[in-house]
């Protein structure tokens, strides 16, 4: 009986053991079931977040480079510091960090100690410090550690730096970029997807602090650096229409920026594009012309934020293709070629000017000369740039015609350049009317490029496509991307958009135009040994920024080189110079020549010297120091040179031109005898203004060389500037560097209604 | 059943008329198949003296020293690459460091080497200038010799069977 009693219990016991084990164990799995399954995820992702530390590694931005890979815009790893002002214990830990850091970061004591002062764990000191400002904060903290027991406070996040080495270079074509580097203008934000890279991660176990715990758990993602970007603009390019165009705002007074762009006809690659009044990207929100900063400041406080907008957006607005203009003269190249296209116009046609012409009942639109130009056939009325033959061979073209390839040479459409802020054209609109559609006087003022806009890019464009044959390409600024292997992502080919003019009328086009730029109104952008073709053009604006009544022109100048097989287009473009000079043909051209005289060398385009311009060249001093005056008188001789002797020495001690230096044909060299001698010094007279013959008489009685440059030897040319200034003391004997220009106004839109 | 004897002492129950069972004298007593035999103690030491087989002694040694080395050299390589990794980050951040240091100079120099600061310095300070056309020789180079590639495009399907069945037969 004793043994059935214990085995029953024992049974009994060993089911209820059973049950329990079963329940509570069941019940735990069935729990860890549904907390694995049905809140797996959720629960998963809060243990990351709790457990986890994800910083951000922000990736490199790409670099753009011009066309032969020099550095235009890079950015470097820099740092940014941060307090963490919770963990200062008391003012005085405040204080001794403020008076350390304050004068490594540049800043006042006072805003150091105010950022210390907050009540958080994260607070932005100073962003995109250097290398030795950094290293510097690191011995500083470490020194505050040993010293004051301070730790944990200053913190060194890594931050990136956007370079523009070379200032306001470029500045409308680059852009810049903003406080998160992200592209704001410019090629930085057109190609912002590109330059911008991928963003990396440190996932870091954090502990309940909040604090790495390393070697835990460590898990790198590392950035990838941005793609980069090749220009089409060539550096030296880009240097020579900045200089050139920067020279004639100042002497000229322009008031409202200046454009120059140079095209490549037959790829459409801008290899410059210079567009002054601009800012520099490394400080973009300073407003970089003095006098609007002068002015902004001198405005009542309430008035100055919107002052500074303004300033700003002027500043950085891309004047080339975002600013619409009337193209003035310039525009008769493409009459010209709507004239010859339509076989409007022959060997045999011609035109009396009279001065003027009327449209319509009650309009009279004056020419340039109002006396008139007389009889003349289609290439002097060209050459004389003549308003009234103009508008009669627009009246024959007609409206439609005209509007048809108005739109054929891409005037009606953006050019499609790889540039944000593109502007479109501003035509004629007549109520209840198609588009197109243009009255008898619009018709008269659109054949010579007034009372209409286009934007300088659309412009150069459709000339590019007289150039090339009659092919209008596509402009672009971008040539290629590369990443950081140094691959091409991507590259842009050359783009025709369509055959606007046959290459017959192109080229003979192109003919007429160098016949311009040798003999005609264009002559003033004349170089020596290049066969130019080119329009000058000077267009009255509708805005008065000088005064109510002072009426303001742009002047401007398009040409392209070589004439027989152009590569290359220049569009230059002043808009409201002051100085009292306007027209075209001595504002523009003059820059369009000297721009060409040393762009063309660098493109290794050989000069092609006729007989005349052979027998003007300059040729080079020999070196006569040393030699006997005899001797030196007689070298001097036979190098077609003349020579004048100062001093009573035997032999030459010093020579002006020095040896080596360029002297003009017939010129003079001075050979000085003695020490006494060598310090003499004139003062240099005033050369501008002159005829080129009383600038040579006037240099001789001074015992002072020129160098002419400028228009050709036509006649009818002014000196305009001289590159040593009048009284500037000077050795005799100094060559000084006289620019000429036509005089005579060439271009006048006078409209009178 | 026999569990329940050893229980209980019946023998307490039990009268002393139910003769004790004799002793029995361990050396007497004959031997049956499957008891246990009680041997000497020195016979008893001699088999319980653990007999070791050299062959086997000498190679668990050698094993074991071979494990050890291998586990030894799984944990040292292990230390060695936290190291190596550690020395690897830290002359990545010492690069990273050195590479923006020298981005840095480089653009602070080449803003001072700018085209315009070379041309402004050359004729304010070095009283040059630009070099004239006439001082200046073009030269025409010949573009010398040239080789040209022929980028082969991929044999289709029937020319690979036709080389295929050629290279069989040659």
């Known amino acids: 009986m004793a043994k059935g009693n214990k085995q029953r219990f024992r049974q009994r016991a060993a089911i209820l053991l059973s049950i329990i084990l079963v329940t509570g164990f069941g019940a735990a799995i069935c729990r ?36 032969n890979g020099k550095v235009l815009a890079q950015s470097a790893t820099v740092w940014q510091v941060v307090f963490a002002p919770a963990y200062f214990k008391n003012d005085t830990q405040r204080q001794i960090v403020a008076d350390g850091l304050a004068p490594i970061l540049g800043m006042s004591v006072a805003d150091v100690l105010a950022h210390a002062k907050k009540n958080n764990y994260f607070e932005i000191v100073k962003r995109r410090i250097e290398s030795d400002a950094r290293d510097k904060i690191l011995k500083f903290i470490d020194k505050i550690e040993k010293e004051d027991g301070i730790s944990n406070v200053i913190e060194l996040i890594q931050d990136y730096k956007r370079y523009y ?27 912002n997807d590109y330059l911008t890279g991928k963003s990396g991660r440190i996932i870091t176990a954090k502990n309940a602090n909040g604090m790495d715990m390393p070697y835990n758990y460590e898990q790198l993602v590392p950035a990838q650096q941005g793609d980069s970007v090749v220009l089409t603009i060539d550096e030296t390019i880009q240097h020579i229409l900045e200089k050139y165009v920067q020279q004639e705002i100042v002497k000229d007074k322009v008031i409202n920026r200046a454009v120059a762009i140079m095209m490549n006809v037959n790829t459409g690659a801008i290899l410059g594009m210079a567009v002054e009044g601009g800012f520099d990207p ?70 009396t000017c009279t001065g003027s012409l009327s449209p319509a009942p009650g309009v009279v639109i004056h020419c340039s000369n109002t006396s008139g130009h007389g009889t003349q056939n289609f290439l002097k009325a060209l050459c004389n740039s003549c308003n009234p033959a103009f508008m009669t061979i627009g009246k024959s073209i007609g409206a439609a015609r005209f509007y048809k390839y108005f739109q054929a040479f891409g005037f009606t459409q953006k050019t ?8 479109e054209d501003i035509f004629f609109k007549h109520d209840n009317e198609p588009e197109g559609y243009m009255d008898a006087v619009d018709l008269a003022c659109a054949s010579f490029g007034q009372n209409f806009s286009i934007t300088p890019i659309q412009l150069i464009t459709a000339i590019s496509s007289v ?14 991307v590369l990443d950081s292997n140094g691959n091409v992502v991507k590259a842009t080919e050359p783009k025709v958009k369509r055959q606007v003019i046959s290459s017959d009328v192109a080229a003979q086009l192109r003919s007429m135009l160098q016949t311009n730029a040798t003999t ?84 290794h385009i050989e000069p092609q010297y006729t007989a005349e311009e052979l027998s003007n060249l300059d040729i080079k001093a020999d070196s006569y120091v040393g030699d006997s005056v005899a001797k030196a008188k007689n070298s001097i001789q036979n190098s077609g040179l003349t020579s004048i002797v100062k001093g009573s020495g035997d032999k030459v001690v010093r020579q002006i031109p020095e040896s080596g230096a360029s002297v003009p044909k017939n010129g003079t060299v001075v050979l000085f005898t003695d020490s006494k001698s060598a310090g003499e010094q004139v003062s240099v007279p005033k050369l501008t203004g002159l005829s080129m013959t009383e600038v040579n008489r006037i240099a001789s009685m001074y015992d002072l060389n020129v160098c002419i440059s400028g228009a050709s030897s036509s006649g009818g040319n002014t000196s305009v500037t001289q590159d040593i200034e009048q009284g500037t003391l000077v050795s005799p004997g100094t060559v000084i560097s006289i620019s000429f220009a036509n005089s005579s106004s060439d271009d006048s839109e006078d409209i009178v209604r | 059943m026999a569990s329940t004897e050893r229980m209980y002492d019946l023998s307490l129950f039990e009268s002393s008329a139910v003769p004790a069972s004799p002793k029995k004298n361990p050396s007497a007593r004959p031997n049956k198949k499957g008891e246990i035999i009680k041997l000497p103690k020195e016979k008893l030491e001699k088999i319980q003296r653990r007999h070791h087989n050299p062959v086997k002694l000498f190679v668990g040694f050698f094993c074991a020293i071979i494990i050890t ?41 080449e803003s001072k080497y700018s085209t315009s600061v070379i041309e402004k310095y050359a004729s304010d300070k070095l009283g040059m200038s630009q070099a004239q056309n006439y001082q200046k020789e073009f030269i025409s180079l010949s573009h010398g010799d040239k080789a040209e590639v022929v980028d082969k495009k991929p044999d289709g399907f029937f020319e690979t069977l036709k080389k295929a069945i050629d290279s069989f037969w040659s």
């Open chain 1, 467 to 480: 150039a090339n044959g009659g092919n209008l390409v596509q402009p672009y600024v971008v040539s290629k």
């Open chain 1, 165 to 191: 080495p070379y200032g306001n270079f470029a500045s409308a074509v680059l852009g810049f970029t903003g406080s998160d580097d992200q592209g704001l203008a410019g090629v930085e934000y057109q190609y």
């Open chain 1, 520 to 603: 005609g109104g264009a002559r003033n952008g004349y170089v020596a040994g290049y066969h130019v073709a080119g329009k000058t053009g000077t267009t009255e604006k509708k805005d008065h920024l000088q005064g109510p009544d002072i009426e303001d022109y742009i002047s401007s100048f398009c040409g392209f080189c070589p004439a027989e097989k152009p590569q290359v287009a220049l569009l230059v473009y002043f808009d409201t110079p002051t100085s009292g000079a306007y027209y075209g043909s001595m504002v523009a051209a003059p820059v369009f020549g000297q721009c060409m005289k040393e762009i063309l060398p660098y493109l």
């Open chain 1, 282 to 351: 490394n400080h973009p929100f300073d407003i970089a012309d003095s006098a609007t900063a002068s002015a902004i400041k001198k405005l009542p406080v309430a008035q100055q934020s919107n002052a500074i907008a303004a300033a700003q957006l002027k500043q950085w607005r891309n004047k080339a293709i975002s600013d619409t203009y009337y193209p003035g003269s310039v525009f008769k190249i493409i009459t010209s070629s709507m004239a010859l296209q339509e076989k409007v116009v022959d060997d045999k046609w011609h035109y």
């Open chain 1, 416 to 423: 499609g350049i790889d540039l944000p802020g593109e502007s």
């Open chain 1, 32 to 67: 860890l079931g549904y907390l694995s399954l049905a809140q797996g995820s959720v629960l998963s992702e809060k243990a990351v977040e709790q457990q986890l530390k994800d910083t951000t590694i922000s990736a490199c931005r790409g670099t753009i480079y011009d066309t």
């Open chain 2, 69 to 109: 080395a291998v586990v030894g050299s799984i944990v040292q390589g292990q230390a060695q690459l936290t190291e190596i990794n550690a020395k690897i980050d830290s002359a990545q951040k010492v690069l990273s460091d050195d590479q923006s240091l020298y981005t840095q100079t480089k653009m602070k120099l």
